[in-house]
């Protein structure tokens, strides 16, 4: 970068050169599930839970929607142990999504929980959510990662 008062400001930037490697092979396809789990999504954008709902709707599981987390606590508390798994956003208003995964495990231990997140990595820290001992996965995802995670997730034993 140089800069000069009245001149303006010039920047150069220089890539190093790559070698040029073969594409990934596509991923496998994710089945359709027929266990029936069912999942409580707790998101609080609105113009994303229903396309969220939607896409793991088509992929078999059952979809419970909830847009903050004291909506979430009183479908858990009617639901009890028909939830597997549980998505919610890091950040929401009011309860964050720490502090409803830490609250609904109280009562069910072996309630999984999948954070989610758009705001970077540092703002995910400081929510106390980007142990390596949570499950996690980073907005914007397309529906396959989200269902592949998900099978990896419920496919793993409870400890």
Do not use: C, W
């Amino acid at each position: 970068m140089y800069s000069e008062p009245e001149l303006g400001t010039t920047f150069k930037v220089y890539f190093a050169v790559a070698e040029r490697r073969a594409a990934p092979p596509p991923p496998a396809e994710v089945e359709s599930l027929d266990r029936n789990e069912t999942i409580l999504l707790v998101e609080d954008e609105e113009i994303l839970r229903p396309l969220i709902k939607e896409a793991l709707e088509s992929y078999g599981y059952t979809v419970v929607e909830a847009a903050e987390g004291n909506e979430a606590l009183e479908h858990a508390e009617r639901m009890g142990s028909e939830i597997a798994l549980v998505i919610t956003d890091v950040v929401m208003p009011g309860m964050n999504g720490r502090e409803l995964a830490d609250r609904l495990t109280e009562g069910h231990p072996t309630l999984k929980v999948l954070f989610t997140s758009g705001y970077p990595a540092d703002m995910i820290v400081r929510h106390g959510v980007a142990e390596g001992t949570v499950a996690y996965i980073e907005k914007p995802y397309l529906p396959d990662e989200l269902a592949r995670k998900i099978r990896a997730l419920l496919a793993t034993p409870t400890q």
